[in-house]
């Protein structure tokens, strides 16, 4: 089974970056959660760099170990994992990109591995769910963002970091009867910029989020995606920017790091087929709280996924 | 009447960096809020730098758009606006650069424009008030600061970023049955720093607005300033240095941004005659969070007034 | 008595810099508190540069002043206080090093002085319980960490940040019955980790302090140290990194400067021999919130010693 | 005539940042030199973030003046000039990007204004000639850089920053017989990368320039280009990254700024139409350094213009 | 005898930064040299820090050791040194604090030490020459600065950080029969502004010291200064901005680090009553580079006075 | 053979970072030259943190590409490369590590690899010399460095950074009479550090090497070392820290990137069987230009082990 390199032998900066230093493999073979970059940034319409964020979420990654004590689960004990690297892109060329994202991710999805993809800006979540959706059809939409990303164009017409979900919904793509977006909040283009999302999915607007409380949100996002299949991204800007301000469009007001592991460690049971980090752009981030978070993200979703296969009765891994 | 660029064409980030991409104009016929920078840091006693202010806090306005959700108001919508350019100054003379920051604001009050300066130091409240008084008389203040800021003079009896207010109150600017100060913390060099401020208006200090929560320091304020005419005063380091590094006296244990837009958005209804948001210090904001919560933060007074219009039965700009 | 440069005369940012420019002595007649630097960072093993944290707290006591208006106690007028300058260490030798700081450290103790060590790695607390056993016996450990630093050794059996309270256990410096460890939380290397802690004291994990709020958990140690003579290890990084980056293990999902010091305040009452203040890594804090944190941290140490003498009737100094 | 606001009146760090303070303007009647800022940066393949360098640029311009004590020529009183603000291009995409860019260009060609373009990726230097040429026919370029620029595509065929010169001499854009690229190193993709260049026009590589000085490679340059139109590119990478760290491939074994402004100066005499500074990266530029080059480069490359219409007997502007 | 603390014991980065780690005294008998901050920026026209310049160059010289092999002295074998501490300033108010520091810095020179100032903004160096020349008569300078500093006032007619030797030649403070400034650079507000200073005293430009060398310019300036007593006044941009960013008028085109100490070493014979180093500013100086150059800068001052004593027969320190 | 991917397919910014894309591999047959890390920083005596060194030179190594211009090689034409990984170690433990150092790198030298050391600090050449020396005998050194690293011990009589070679003296390591020491420079402990080297080996400080010039200090090396075995240790505070300012005891007045290239490429023909590079620390290096220059220092290595082989008529590798 692929595993990670221990914690101290060597020290955990020692050695070639991977995340959690899980081999680099593109073999798919046995594999239950694969990490993949995807460092494509041609889709952003203000800060632009998050073709570096994979590197840097990995880098950042040397201080996870693998047991999630809030969650119960060694990661590990019930799940072989890689490194699977990033896939090709071609930078400047959205469309190409996504071509190239979409054909890259079926692979990984082909071999019912269940990816987390490490971006790269939110344009990448399209080609994501095309290659999700092919496998298993539809899927329900847990989205956590500040923004709702269902622009129809930018620039006019044009597809960019702001426009997936609108595309995702034209293609059929999501399971709207049981997606949901979380965090929606700053100031707005238009008037009906959220009651277009209320139109067509279950929205918990920032606002809603700080006064209702995580527990309430957790109870609402499970009911709303029950046991559908589903897809979990999360745009880091839904943090507020004081705990990730390396992100392209920040907006103030949003969740601490504390509130965003509650609520993700709530979604366990769910039945995600997919994941992804996006909007990681370290050259923002000085402090480098952005890239430890993204990365305490990505082991929350690991956990999630490890929790789902030990409380079906997998048997844990042999070592 | 003056409108921003639209937010997309051309992108955001391109073209001269106005308030939002407002016009730069300094006619103001018509005008119901303007811009307007104060790009002076002579008063303080720390950290340096709130000169390169006003060109930060536009720079990084560029994120926002016009509609406010929350308050459920399209500020152009409701309001005129420029971005004014910068009131002269004289760096290095505080006295001089006070009488120079007077005449100029006195004249956007003259014109019933609702300014909203970006500091530049705290010492420019002063000037800003005696020019706001000479045209409304004496006005409720409400001020969020950690500090006082009612210094009978620093090193010695000079005037400094910690005097203003007491000038103020000797100059008879304030309505001071009507004024609060908000957030109050950090050391004090004297055992009745706080009780001075107590024996002259309303309190609610940082420790108790964490205990009373923002409903009911709303409330409070609200109650306080009635419909007297006011003045808001916004020290930036109000806000947990997490949240806003860029300043120069920061003090622990404040408040979120989150926090901060709550308590903005509840003083609807009040009657503000002008607004100053200062201490932003860009030099010392790495992540750019601080310009990003001060250009926020000038949006939610664009909000107030906007909302203000729209309440009084103000018919809507044909755009 | 010896008592710090008044704050305005010549400025605070003017002179050398001492904490909160206490006299720089190493004549310790007469004197109730002492800071002291530690700085020494070879027991790390992730981010190091904590040799410079000494320097860089002492450098943001600049804006401290000296009157608590929380706990409502102006310290100098309790309390005696110097910066008695830093330890000497050998970089890049654990042992030879702790052997030095137990030496330096005792020296402090024997003389009836409250220390308040700046680190320095948290390997640095070994020797300190030492050196503070030896003069007050088994003490009680009130620990607030991210981690619970019990570790049998890094790197197989070798001492490091990661060991100081297992040493400690094992050479029964600890009145284990009567401490606490707050705020462990991130993930782990083993499934038990935190049970090893609880097997040995009290804890509160970060979850379940967040789970049970400030109040609570005052009540909890304070009926845990009770009256028991006590030392406070306060490690940086129990603090979130949006309010405190500029540490070496980071972890995410942590606590406010605000409920930080609520939570210090809430100690008044127990009886401390000592403190220490550990993992700041200021090349690390590019914002300067975590040395600015630590500083405040420090006067917080400061006002609970001054509030215990002012308690028990010592006469004020006479200025 | 179109003038700067005078240095000092008021404080140069005040007011809207136009180059220089030069007033915006977009009416080009009687206006000799025009600052452009063309914000896209779409066509890299490294680091990003050159659409801030117009920004930028335009910010470090304050601590120019009008005099060019070394050319001896006061820029002002032989030209008016305007801070045209930015073309409009659509991030993302390059191609029609181009083609907004090429529109924009032109109309200042047409004018028979000479612009200066602040970029921006290289990319941007093909619309530009096209637009340039339009006017004008094949032009000498003179081209300042460590990369040749002449890919036959990036990514198997693809238009990047690597290519723009390839696409014009495929276009007969330029007049090679007078062209030349100064300062090419760094390691190369293929072993002929360099030959290519010399099978094109003059090459004077960083080594050769390195041991030629910079008098010997003046007058090879001016030689080359003689008395034909022609048109000035400057890779902000020409520059050692010791004093241009701010972009996106920087190559060490460079040149210094002084060197730089000695060959810029240099220069004065060739019949230059038009001018483009390109690939400055703020956010990788936190020394400020490469910015405010920039900014002097541009200077420089006004005072080629003014220097050019004082020798043609222009009378001084009366003001 | 006043000397440093050793090296390596404790290790250079422990204990309270004072210069080289000398003792802090304020007594100044048998002092042959005393280190001075004067930490004031209030004169200066455009980026604003250097009250901090003191505190960073103090900090940065714990790199320094005793021995200059260049000039083959060590320099505490023949003067006694001290750290004297700042002088007293009121940030906000320049002719007050001219006072304080021309009172603080006689003091030094009426007991026959030979001071080293840091600064702060150049401004200081007025006052300082006043206290020099009480006690001296009026003095050559050597001023090496990419500014002339000779402005009859800004913002009209008000002294800055720009004018401090225009008044220094009004009040006859200056021998400029032997007086030279070097370096002289940058864009001009008029075009006699480099006449003004020739029509003075003795100039070399930076063109022209890039062309005639270090070592004619060495000979310029021993030849001007002659056996006159002088004071050096060292602004530190007259070196480049890759080598000193840390400033706040920064000119590229400037001199190495390399140079700047050939320079400075071959002044070595000169009668010397007085040395600055100005203009640091550390907020600006992320690489750290400006403040080490400044210690070094420094160092070489003290070097050049010890060599002084040491060819003057002075018996070598016993120690 | 083992060879990189190639620059664009996919673009460099993605993958996993080995060294130029480099397969990462630890079975060396057939291997000419390997990458290998040693990311130890515990000897370190003022600045600390090149355990992150490999990591970043690897980070920055993705701008490079495979043909050396000057040199005119292709590398990998010649030479077969892989990226080994790091060694391990034991932080905070010098000899531990030092043992694992030397068993670690006696590999590489078994299998007749070139190995090309990415510190870490300068400690680690001492048993990366024992290693090299078991294989080939005492070696030749040619040692940039701004320091002789010649000391006795650090704090009395501990190993450092500052021993290595001191120890290796001892120990006859090195060829002595085929040794010399390039680029000392700064203040010195004691009159004599010079000399000491001189005693022991040949000597260029950094002050002859400026007057003599690059040319001539080239001729000296190669004459020097002739046809005898060599070893290159590299310390990147040879080159002037507004080149390199990530590093830990930098010195103004050094050196170029540029001269620094042609220093090493005059190297050519000398019989090298190991390199380093050391004392590369990211956390200092904002602008990034050092880890730049260091994977361009590496590639420079790398290009003189390709030149040797095809000098030596070794056939290329067919692609």
Known sequence: ??????????????????????????????????IVGV????????????RFGPEAIRSYSMLLRGHNSVLNVS???????????????????????????????SKLFANNVTPIFLG???SISLPLLRAATAKY?????????????????????????????????????????????????GSNHRADDIQISRDLMDVITGVELHEMGMPAAIERIQARVGNKLAYLTFDIDFVDPAFAPGTGTPEVGGFTSAQTL?????????????????????????????????????????????????????????R
Request: with cysteine; proline share 6%.
């Open 1 to 34: 089974m692929s595993q990670p390199t221990p914690t101290y032998r060597p020290p955990n900066f020692a050695g070639i970056r991977t995340f959690m230093r899980l081999p680099h493999k593109t073999d798919l073979a046995g594999v239950d959660i694969a």
């Open 39 to 50: 460092p494509f940034d041609t889709g952003v319409t203000h800060r632009v760099g998050g």
């Open 75 to 105: 990661v590990f004990e019930y799940c072989s994992a890689i490194d699977y690297g990033d896939l090709d892109v071609t930078p400047g060329y959205l469309h190409e990109s996504h071509r190239q994202i979409e054909q890259g991710a």
């Open 120 to 122: 790269g800006d939110h």
């Open 137 to 185: 059809g539809s899927l329900a939409l847990v989205h956590f963002d500040s923004h709702n990303d269902l622009g129809h164009g930018s620039y006019g017409d044009k597809d960019s970091h702001g426009t997936p979900f609108r595309r995702a919904v034209e293609e059929n793509l999501l399971n709207l009867d049981h997606s949901i977006q979380i965090g929606l909040r």
């Open 262 to 318: 509650q609520l993700l460690r709530g979604l366990q049971g769910l039945n995600f087929v997919g994941f992804d980090c996006v909007e990681v752009i370290p050259v923002y981030d000085p402090t480098t709280v952005t890239c430890l978070l993204a990365a305490n993200i990505v082991f929350e979703f690991m956990s999630l996924i490890a929790l789902q296969r030990k409380n079906n009765q997998t048997q844990p891994i042999q």
